[in-house]
């Protein structure tokens, strides 16, 4: 079973509200990542949690908040977005086992969308 | 220049064809390699995965490394329109956990 989970499948929010996406995957991985994409652009990487320690920021906006209550849980919250920040996030998993030999596994992601 | 690079496409081929997806890569102490796969709106699937130079296969797929040459592809035999999709190439670097992905080649499978 390779299965990564988000809630919500779609989101729509104003520049002033606060949310939160959330991902949970229980394959005892213990290295989670949000990624952000946009369309017809590939995934980027914005933040990796390795051992529920958050590992790589690559410099995100403090706007999006990680945070990973547990090894199966990742959470991403929102404040005062952007309408360009409207996009797909993704969330990854992995097992963290062999160094340079994991393997992401995707969640479906959540479509975003900030008016 | 890019760390990963991929042709954009389109990419043509009639049903029941060999498709040849190619990508090159900059670091060369990179140490793995990955195919997804991603449908319009939907995320990425993994394909397959490949470390050591030479041929992988797995059904229809079969992927090729050539570190020498910093180069990686993706063989799709007996192409089917269901493999009309969007194929990202992925190679891992940082460290270890830090996926960078291609481009992407868009895959059209014409019956």
């Known amino acids: ?115 | 220049q890019k760390e990963v690079e991929q042709n954009s496409g389109p990419l043509s081929v009639p049903e029941g064809a060999i498709a040849s997806l190619n990508c090159t890569y900059s670091d060369r102490g990179s140490q793995s390699f990955f195919w997804y796969r991603q449908y319009s709106g939907k995320s990425p699937e993994l394909i397959m995965s490949i470390y050591s130079n030479g041929d992988k296969e797995d059904g229809r797929f079969t992927a090729q490394l050539n570190k020498a040459s910093q180069y990686v592809s993706l063989l799709i035999r007996d192409s089917q329109p269901s493999d009309s999709a969007t194929y990202l190439c992925a190679v891992l670097t940082g460290g270890g956990n830090k996926l960078t992905f291609g481009t992407g080649t868009q895959l059209k499978v014409e019956l």
């Open chain 1, 1 to 115: 079973d390779t299965e990564v989970t988000q809630t919500p499948k779609h989101l729509v929010m104003g520049m002033t509200n606060k949310k939160s996406l959330k991902c949970e995957q229980h394959m005892g991985h213990r290295a989670m990542y949000w990624y952000k994409q946009k369309a017809k652009k590939p995934p980027e990487l914005m933040f990796v949690y390795s051992y529920e320690k958050l590992s790589i920021n690559e410099s995100v906006p403090s706007r999006f908040s990680p945070e990973c209550p547990n090894s199966s849980l990742l959470n991403l919250h929102l404040h005062a977005l952007q309408p360009e920040d409207s996009a797909l996030y993704l969330c990854a998993s992995s097992v963290l086992l062999v160094p340079n030999r994991e393997t992401q596994y995707f969640g479906p992601g959540t479509r975003l969308l900030v008016l």
